[in-house]
């Protein structure tokens, strides 16, 4: 009954590598977003998809791309791995409410780039 | 750029003892959300305060809302070893139509509550 799952749950890795994380949600919501949460846990936004559409894109290096296959699905490709990109990668998925977007995450993935 | 500066960011205290977590702003927004992390999980909603002025209580947590709704605290009464974990705010930008989940974080306040 898992609501948000993302694989893998750790990524250990070599500089210059390409890896793929992955996130579904099987709360039948329309928004699915991934975020970065660095060493010292501010989490920030990257990106956000709505109906598998591209909504918000962050300043974020073109070596990060996003793909939604379908609304229950957003992946998250990275190219050419450096050291900085080493942090704790989460996928939410998010329903509008009348009182603000609640937003579920998912138990996110530990990248460790070498 | 909406920032939301959260304090402390490090807090460590007995059990049974009380805290407040503080969460400010100089940007209004349409709605400010609470949420716990717990090491090696994600982040999950507490509380959702919406209107300016605004006290929600879970428990033994009290949660308000800032007037101008540019700041809101987290109040712990008689704190737990279980209450231990990453507390973060996040506000949604005060823009017409759904925002699309753009929330700001606050940095994060890491408590531990010592039995």
């Known amino acids: 009954d898992t609501a948000v799952s993302q694989t893998p749950k750790y990524l250990v890795t070599q500089m210059g590598n390409d890896k793929s994380i992955k996130c579904e949600q099987n709360?039948?919501?329309?928004?699915m977003y991934w975020y970065k949460q660095d060493s010292k846990k501010f989490l920030k936004i990257m990106f956000s998809?709505?109906?598998?559409?591209?909504?918000i894109n962050e300043t974020v290096p073109n070596r990060f791309s996003p793909k939604s296959p379908d609304k229950a699905h957003l992946n998250l490709h990275i190219n050419s791995l450096e050291l900085g990109d080493s942090a704790v990668y989460f996928c939410?998925?998010?329903?509008?409410?009348?009182?603000?977007?609640?937003?579920?995450f998912g138990p996110g993935t530990r990248l460790l780039v070498l | 750029t909406q920032l939301l500066e959260q304090s402390p960011q490090f807090l460590s205290i007995q059990e049974g003892e009380n805290l407040t977590v503080y969460c400010n702003s100089s940007s209004v927004f349409s709605s400010l959300q609470w949420y716990r992390q717990e090491p090696g999980e994600g982040p999950v909603l507490l509380v959702t305060?919406?209107?300016?002025?605004e006290v929600k209580k879970l428990k033994r947590l009290t949660f308000q809302f800032g007037d101008a709704r540019k700041d809101s605290s987290l109040h712990i009464t008689a704190a737990q070893p279980g209450d231990t974990g990453l507390y973060l705010c996040a506000g949604a930008p005060n823009a017409g139509g759904t925002s699309y989940g753009k929330l700001t974080f606050g940095q994060g306040t890491i408590l531990t509550v010592h039995p």
């Open positions: 998809y709505n109906n598998k559409e591209l909504i």
């Open positions: 305060v919406v209107t300016g002025g």
């Open positions: 939410a998925s998010s329903h509008t409410t009348p009182i603000g977007e609640t937003q579920y």
């Open positions: 709360l039948g919501h329309d928004t």
